[in-house]
């Protein structure tokens, strides 16, 4: 062999060994960052949804209050969770996010523990909108966090994980959660789901950091490589001076009426599928929360596959608005069925369940995507707010039509026709196929 083309083929492998060495180096992302973000938005969500349960176990009989006023205190929760969003990605931006989610574990524990003490209503909604402020702080602080340390051809994913904590959780709480207020009480089940947050907030503030310039574990070859990807990134976007101009671009607003319609019926779901189940059949609660599990375990995997395929096609609006037509349709069908066939309308119940689920993923890389770091996380954050308002909107209307009709369905409609009426709304977003090559990892 010439000297030559021994030397280029020397230098060849010194790249190809180089880059190996990167993408090994890049994968700890995902072990050393993703367990402690997963297990953070989980214990977030424990401490919103168990309410539900709270509910079907005689919530309200036990505080001697209305049926309409335990749906109330179901959802003002997401009056406290509208108000802090903006303020919360702004510092997260310019300060730090894993110091406010620190705050905001420690804060939500404790909120959450005093659910099972405090027995004044009035007080109980102070502590229950509280609550919905600690957790205010979380998705625009994680979502921010991922934007730092995750490329566009992996954003998909590692939303997907994050936001697996929601499905997970739901999945194992509904199952334990029964039999937890079968043996304690509702209101010590309360006290006990409260506590791992406190907990968990060490292990987050030793584990977690803002920048991949921050962590020991990440070499520094594969942080500067990382750094320059999302510095490419940011540079092909276009640039707004501030939150306000942002709010100008087309498709920001259709996105928070969009995702006011989605949460309209994935929350009104989620606190209220116990008592749905429970008034179609009778079940003990403990038998109440494994069958409230399915849809939830149903949607793990779909979020899972969804996310990948969305990061390899680079097409969100596809692996939107399919699901969520499905959704709606499905839940339609256990309205329709549920007065003739339990197993039917709740196997309906199941696919409605997973589907509404699935584009979590991708749509929360929507954002990032198409506006700059400067403003997308406030973006993230409106569009998350009016979420909480829809889910404001779904826990109360859905618990007010249970306690007024006495049965699941007319619920059942209101969240079909939200879930039909995103999935359409999705359809008028003007998104593009991103340029795979244009920003290696």
Known sequence: MPEDDSHNAAQNGATQFGAAQIQAGLRRRWLYLMPVVFVTYSLAYLGRSNFGFGAAAGLAKSLNITESRAAFLGSVFFLGYFLFQVP?????RRRSATRLVFFALISWGIFSGLTGIIHNFWLLVLDRLLLGVAESLI?????????NWFTRTERSRAN????????????????????????????????LEGIPSVMWAFVWI????????????????????LTESLKREQASLPKYASFRHALRVPGVLTLCFQYFCWSFGVYGLVLWIP??????????IEQIGLLSAAPFLLAVVLMLVVATFSDRVQNRKLFIWPFLMLSGVALFCSFATAGHSFWLAYFCLIIAGGAMY??????FAIMPEMLPANVAGEVVALVNSCGALGGFAG????????????????????????LMLSGVITLTLRTHRADLKAHPV
Request: charged letters at 10%; hydrophobic letters at 50%.
């Open 88 to 92: 919360a990605a702004t510092y997260a």
């Open 139 to 147: 998705l625009p602080s994680m979502i921010i966090l991922l934007t």
């Open 160 to 191: 997907a994980i994050l936001l697996l904590g929601n499905p997970v959780t739901v999945t194992w709480m509904s199952a334990a959660t029964g039999y937890l207020i079968r043996a304690v009480g509702w209101q010590m089940t309360f006290v």
């Open 206 to 225: 030793l584990v977690a950091r803002d920048k991949p310039k921050q962590a020991h574990w990440l070499p520094d070859e594969c942080c500067e490589h």
């Open 275 to 284: 008592a749905m189940i429970r008034s179609g059949s009778s079940r003990g």
């Open 358 to 363: 699935a584009p979590y993923g991708p749509f």
């Open 395 to 418: 826990t109360w209307m859905v618990g007010a039509m249970q306690a007024l009709t006495g049965s699941a369905r007319a619920g059942y409609f209101s969240m079909a026709v939200a």
